[in-house]
Nanobody
Framework: QVQLVGSGGGSVQPGDSLRVSCEAS????????MAWFRQAPGKEREFVAA????????YYGDSVKGRFTISTDNGKNTLYLQMNNLKPEDTAVYYC???????????????????WGQGTQVTVSS
């Protein structure tokens, strides 16, 4: 089972950009569906973006579509989330996750994933 370590969070102003990363170890990310979820205080974990097991398809939550981009660097075994035009409502702890049994119908469900990073805080405030 792959182990994940997230990094790259921080405090930024509205309109800024930020990239969070998720380094994998213990297995290659090839063959895993990968995703980012986020959780704000007092709220449920929310789907942000996902990359299919084949790597050929990306999926985004409605609130981030057009602003965020999910990608991988297979050579570095790392997952990324590029976040542009950040808004205060993007403030949350961001979690990376991976799973081998995730399919198109379940990729927006956090319970479908097996491995989770520890989370990295992103704060957007003026």
């Amino acid at each position: 089972q792959v182990q994940l370590v997230g990094s790259g969070g921080g405090s930024v102003q509205p309109g800024d950009s930020l990239r969070v990363s998720c380094e994998a170890s213990g297995d290659t990310l090839r063959g895993y569906a990968m995703a980012w979820f986020r959780q704000a205080p007092g709220k449920e974990r929310e789907f942000v973006a996902a990359l299919s097991r084949t790597g050929g398809y990306t999926y985004y939550g409605d609130s981030v579509k057009g602003r965020f981009t999910i990608s991988t660097d297979n050579g570095k075994n790392t997952l990324y989330l590029q976040m542009n035009n950040l808004k205060p409502e993007d403030t949350a702890v961001y979690y990376c996750t991976a799973g081998k049994r995730v399919n198109t119908s379940s990729l927006r469900n956090h319970m479908a994933y097996d491995s989770w990073g520890q989370g990295t805080q992103v704060t957007v405030s003026s």
